[in-house]
Nanobody
Framework: QVQLVESGGGLAQAGDSLTLSCAPS????????VAWFRRSPGKDREFLAQ????????YYRGSVKGRFTISRDNRKSTVFLHMNDLKHEDTAVYYC?????????????????WGQGTQVTVTS
Protein backbone atom coordinates (compact mmCIF):
# COMPACT_ATOMS: atom_id res chain seq x y z
CA GLN A 1 0.00 0.00 0.00
CA VAL A 2 1.40 3.35 -0.97
CA GLN A 3 1.82 5.99 1.74
CA LEU A 4 1.75 9.68 0.98
CA VAL A 5 3.82 12.52 2.36
CA GLU A 6 2.92 16.15 1.82
CA SER A 7 5.40 18.99 2.07
CA GLY A 8 5.71 22.66 1.23
CA GLY A 9 3.24 24.13 3.68
CA GLY A 10 4.06 27.04 5.89
CA LEU A 11 3.34 30.67 6.58
CA ALA A 12 2.51 32.98 3.70
CA GLN A 13 1.13 36.45 3.26
CA ALA A 14 -1.99 37.25 1.29
CA GLY A 15 -1.10 37.49 -2.38
CA ASP A 16 1.84 35.13 -2.08
CA SER A 17 2.29 31.88 -3.96
CA LEU A 18 3.06 28.51 -2.47
CA THR A 19 3.65 25.08 -3.97
CA LEU A 20 2.76 21.92 -2.10
CA SER A 21 4.25 18.55 -2.97
CA CYS A 22 2.92 15.05 -2.49
CA ALA A 23 5.22 12.09 -2.80
CA PRO A 24 4.78 8.43 -2.02
CA SER A 25 6.87 6.35 0.29
CA UNK A 26 7.31 2.67 -0.08
CA UNK A 27 6.51 2.51 -3.78
CA UNK A 28 5.72 4.73 -6.72
CA UNK A 29 2.20 5.94 -7.35
CA UNK A 30 2.18 6.42 -11.09
CA UNK A 31 -0.78 4.07 -11.32
CA UNK A 32 -2.82 6.22 -8.94
CA UNK A 33 -4.98 9.23 -9.57
CA VAL A 34 -4.12 11.91 -7.02
CA ALA A 35 -6.16 14.67 -5.48
CA TRP A 36 -5.71 17.55 -3.08
CA PHE A 37 -8.13 18.36 -0.29
CA ARG A 38 -8.07 20.81 2.57
CA ARG A 39 -9.70 21.26 5.92
CA SER A 40 -10.07 24.80 7.22
CA PRO A 41 -10.69 25.49 10.90
CA GLY A 42 -14.29 24.73 11.78
CA LYS A 43 -15.13 23.44 8.32
CA ASP A 44 -15.51 20.10 6.63
CA ARG A 45 -12.80 18.72 4.41
CA GLU A 46 -13.21 19.98 0.87
CA PHE A 47 -11.99 18.74 -2.47
CA LEU A 48 -9.67 21.07 -4.37
CA ALA A 49 -8.28 19.37 -7.44
CA GLN A 50 -7.45 16.01 -8.96
CA UNK A 51 -5.27 14.68 -11.74
CA UNK A 52 -5.16 11.36 -13.57
CA UNK A 53 -2.36 8.87 -13.23
CA UNK A 54 -0.97 10.13 -16.54
CA UNK A 55 -1.05 13.74 -15.42
CA UNK A 56 -3.93 14.68 -17.69
CA UNK A 57 -7.44 16.04 -17.31
CA UNK A 58 -6.93 18.15 -14.20
CA TYR A 59 -10.19 18.95 -12.49
CA TYR A 60 -10.76 21.73 -9.96
CA ARG A 61 -13.17 22.94 -7.39
CA GLY A 62 -14.76 26.00 -8.88
CA SER A 63 -13.67 28.36 -6.13
CA VAL A 64 -9.95 27.66 -6.70
CA LYS A 65 -9.96 27.23 -10.47
CA GLY A 66 -7.61 29.79 -11.99
CA ARG A 67 -5.66 30.27 -8.76
CA PHE A 68 -4.60 26.69 -8.03
CA THR A 69 -2.90 24.34 -10.49
CA ILE A 70 -2.38 20.64 -9.99
CA SER A 71 0.41 18.89 -11.85
CA ARG A 72 2.46 15.76 -11.57
CA ASP A 73 5.88 14.54 -12.56
CA ASN A 74 5.86 10.75 -12.63
CA ARG A 75 9.61 10.68 -13.25
CA LYS A 76 10.00 12.25 -9.82
CA SER A 77 6.90 10.50 -8.50
CA THR A 78 5.52 13.77 -7.19
CA VAL A 79 2.25 15.63 -7.49
CA PHE A 80 2.18 19.37 -6.95
CA LEU A 81 -0.40 21.94 -6.02
CA HIS A 82 0.66 25.39 -7.11
CA MET A 83 -1.32 28.03 -5.26
CA ASN A 84 -1.28 31.64 -6.42
CA ASP A 85 -2.74 34.81 -4.93
CA LEU A 86 -3.24 33.20 -1.56
CA LYS A 87 -6.03 34.52 0.63
CA HIS A 88 -6.59 34.32 4.35
CA GLU A 89 -9.42 31.87 3.72
CA ASP A 90 -6.92 29.47 2.14
CA THR A 91 -5.59 28.81 5.64
CA ALA A 92 -6.07 25.10 6.18
CA VAL A 93 -4.43 21.74 6.50
CA TYR A 94 -3.86 20.46 2.99
CA TYR A 95 -3.99 16.76 2.23
CA CYS A 96 -3.12 14.75 -0.81
CA UNK A 97 -4.96 11.54 -1.50
CA UNK A 98 -4.60 8.77 -4.04
CA UNK A 99 -6.54 5.88 -5.47
CA UNK A 100 -6.51 3.61 -8.49
CA UNK A 101 -9.28 4.47 -10.88
CA UNK A 102 -11.54 1.68 -12.16
CA UNK A 103 -10.78 0.33 -15.63
CA UNK A 104 -11.86 2.84 -18.25
CA UNK A 105 -12.29 5.68 -15.78
CA UNK A 106 -10.06 8.67 -15.26
CA UNK A 107 -10.81 9.04 -11.58
CA UNK A 108 -11.80 6.82 -8.68
CA UNK A 109 -15.15 7.09 -6.93
CA UNK A 110 -13.33 7.90 -3.74
CA UNK A 111 -9.80 8.30 -2.50
CA UNK A 112 -8.57 5.70 -0.07
CA UNK A 113 -4.95 6.59 0.62
CA TRP A 114 -4.29 9.80 2.52
CA GLY A 115 -1.30 11.74 3.68
CA GLN A 116 -0.94 13.32 7.11
CA GLY A 117 -1.42 16.83 5.80
CA THR A 118 0.62 20.00 5.72
CA GLN A 119 -0.45 23.26 7.33
CA VAL A 120 -0.80 26.39 5.24
CA THR A 121 -1.38 29.63 7.11
CA VAL A 122 -2.06 32.81 5.19
CA THR A 123 -1.85 36.11 7.02
CA SER A 124 -3.77 39.08 5.71
Amino acid sequence: QVQLVESGGGLAQAGDSLTLSCAPSGRTFDDYAVAWFRRSPGKDREFLAQITRLGTKPYYRGSVKGRFTISRDNRKSTVFLHMNDLKHEDTAVYYCAAAIAPDGADYPNEYDVWGQGTQVTVTS
